[in-house]
């Protein structure tokens, strides 16, 4: 009952959105307001460089350690001060295929942002491996709203007590506070001005995703969507090169995905308005009716149709 009702909503939504939002030639200024009215979520990633590899993520294949490269200071300029001409009040999340906390400058850029955006919800997602006391300090100064840890177990003891036991007692003696757990392998940090939820989720092959075909995860029932996807309607995407992609799943250094960008920011006079009207052909595709593609077709090759492809141009 309930993924009909989430079905029959997405249905109501999809029909109630104005023919703008689905054209790749919108003036500009009516794409800011439809940036202003329908993104929810605006996701950066500050840097390149990621600590760990996972089983669940591309990182394991796709070098993400070797060097850490910085987003250019243009460029998330740019993305702030587009931010700023609509009083974007939503939320930004530093996170993507990387460690946001693994380069010192996030806590900088997050105190940018909040002084450019002063009703905007500023979010980290963390690993946590390098917070500690005065990290934390320093994004407290910086006025981050949300702290959003994910402690990853060892594979294959993600539901181990004891390497739980083990993982919280390392964290709080690094960050220098305590937990109070809220839920099943779900906690919160005492005295932190930051809104702190830690979790230790249990990951399985049926519950992970594939990373838009990156990934080969064997599921016991296949899966093709045909259900609509609004997500290139309600996030933008921004790596850290600046490339605008389709969504948080695909990344611009995987070869297979390169149809899944979308802009690029580092260009000259091409705004974060110009990304959001170029996905416009992405959006009508998602909501249309039938099989979703997908980035990838069957054998590797791009599934995006050729009429959508030269729409783009």
């Given at each position: 009952m309930y993924n009909i009702l989430i079905t029959l909503a997405k249905s109501l939504f999809v029909n109630s959105l104005p023919a703008d939002l689905l054209r790749s030639d919108a003036p500009i200024e009516r794409v800011k307001n439809l940036f202003k009215t329908y993104v929810a979520v605006v996701t950066i990633e500050n840097h390149s460089y990621c600590n760990r590899t996972c089983w669940f993520?591309?990182?394991?294949?796709?070098?993400?350690r070797s060097a850490n490269h910085i987003m250019p200071d243009d460029v998330y300029k740019k993305i702030i001060g587009d931010l700023a001409s609509i009083q974007y009040d939503?939320?930004?999340?530093?996170?993507?295929?990387?460690?946001?906390?693994a380069h010192p400058s996030i806590c900088d850029r997050v105190a940018q942002a909040r002084v450019a955006l002063p009703h905007a919800y500023l979010v980290i997602i963390t690993n946590g491996d390098y917070l500690n006391r005065e990290t934390l300090e320093r994004l407290e100064a910086a006025k981050l709203d949300n702290l959003t840890v994910n402690l990853y177990l060892p594979d294959g003891k993600e539901d181990d007590e004891g390497e739980l036991s083990v993982a919280l007692q390392h964290f709080q003696r690094r960050i220098g506070l305590s937990l109070i757990k809220c839920g099943p392998?779900?906690?919160v940090v005492r005295g932190s001005r930051i809104k702190t939820p830690v979790r230790a989720a249990l990951f399985t092959h049926e519950s992970m995703l594939n990373r838009a075909g990156l990934l080969d995860i064997p599921k016991t029932h296949a899966y093709r969507r045909k259900a609509v996807c609004i997500e290139p309607i309600r996030h933008a995407v921004i790596d850290y090169e600046g490339k605008g992609m389709l969504c948080c799943m695909t990344r611009s250094d995987a070869?297979?995905?390169?149809?899944?960008?979308?802009?690029?920011?580092?260009?000259?006079?091409?705004?974060?308005f110009h990304y959001y009207r170029d996905l416009a052909p992405?959006?009508?595709?998602?909501?249309?009716?039938?099989?979703?593609?997908?980035?990838l077709g069957p054998t590797g090759s791009l599934?995006?149709?050729?009429?959508?492809?030269?729409?783009r141009g």
């Open positions: 993520c591309p990182n394991v294949f796709l070098d993400r939503k939320a930004i999340v530093w996170s993507g295929y990387l460690e946001p906390l392998r779900n906690y070869p297979q995905h390169k149809s899944a960008i979308f802009g690029d920011l580092s260009l000259p006079d091409y705004s974060l992405a959006r009508m595709a998602l909501v249309s009716p039938g099989p979703k593609g997908g980035v599934a995006i149709p050729q009429w959508l492809l030269r729409w």
